[in-house]
């Protein structure tokens, strides 16, 4: 588990900004900043968790076109957030589907990804894209990593097909603290597109991402990046090959 993902998560989680304020948390260990970020984000959800409940319950006696319009007109993207951990996931689902894309979006924003991995891995792949899609292009990465940190493998690689620039692809990585989630995703490009993965990664800062998952490969993983080295610059050879020395090959 990435300490540096656990340290990027809980910044976005809480919306702190000033970074050089709150560096002491990269004391901490992967999992004590995963449980610190988990825990306090549950201990604000209990003071009003019954209140939201309760919402949920009336919400039951509305149609669900109704309670969308509610949603955007009246309780905004946080409440609305909230309320969806209260709801069944049929009626949850049937109310995003009347909502509009950027509220969508926004409202995922306030989504505990823990609290809420049955919507989203429930969610069908054209509205996942639609939320995907939005996320990134409100530089929302942070959240888009939450839930490929909730999500089975086979949902995962479709939501890489969704993103189709590296350096977005490189942003959200940042944020995934279990980096074996993005190993499928990366062994189903091509060789052309992992060439030009690691090339924009190792020049924009995000190596050390990418040695990570590369120290995850299985053997065949292995062989297959092993003949790609030849088409990459000598520094990043070298680096690579670092990585996989002693691993079996």
């Known amino acids: 588990m ?3 993902a656990q340290y990027n998560k809980f910044l976005a989680a809480f919306k702190l900004e000033d970074v050089k304020k709150f560096s002491f948390l990269k004391k901490l260990e992967a999992q004590e900043l995963e449980d610190l970020r988990i825990g306090m984000q549950e201990s604000l959800d209990a003071e009003i968790s019954q209140q939201f409940e309760r919402i949920a319950k009336v919400a039951k006696f509305m149609p669900n ?8 007109s009246v309780l905004g993207p946080a409440i ?5 951990y209260y709801m069944d996931i049929k ?3 049937s109310i995003m589907k009347y909502l509009s894309v950027p509220f969508m979006a926004k409202t995922a924003e306030h989504m505990s990804p823990e609290k809420s991995r049955h919507i989203i891995n429930a969610l069908p792949m054209d509205l996942m894209k639609k939320n995907v899609v939005q996320l990134i ?10 839930f490929v940190e909730v999500t089975p493998e086979d949902r995962i690689i479709e939501i890489g097909k969704f993103i189709e620039n590296n350096e977005d692809l490189h942003k959200i990585t940042s944020y995934v603290a279990r980096k074996a989630n993005i ?3 990366v062994d189903s490009f091509s060789d052309s597109r992992l060439v030009k993965l690691i090339e924009s990664g190792f020049s924009s800062g995000y190596g050390n991402d990418l040695l990570e998952i590369f120290s995850l490969f299985n053997a065949q993983q292995q062989k297959r990046l092993v003949g790609l080295l030849p088409k990459l610059p000598a520094s990043i050879i070298k680096q690579i090959e ?5 691993l079996s090959i």
């Open 65 to 72: 076109f109704m309670n969308a319009k509610v949603a955007e």
């Open 183 to 185: 190993v499928p995703v």
């Open 242 to 246: 670092d990585t996989l020395k002693g």
């Open 80 to 84: 609305t957030a909230h309320i969806s």
């Open 137 to 146: 292009k409100t530089n929302q990465h942070a959240v888009v990593g939450g």
């Open 91 to 93: 009626d949850a689902i």
């Open 2 to 4: 990435s300490n540096e």
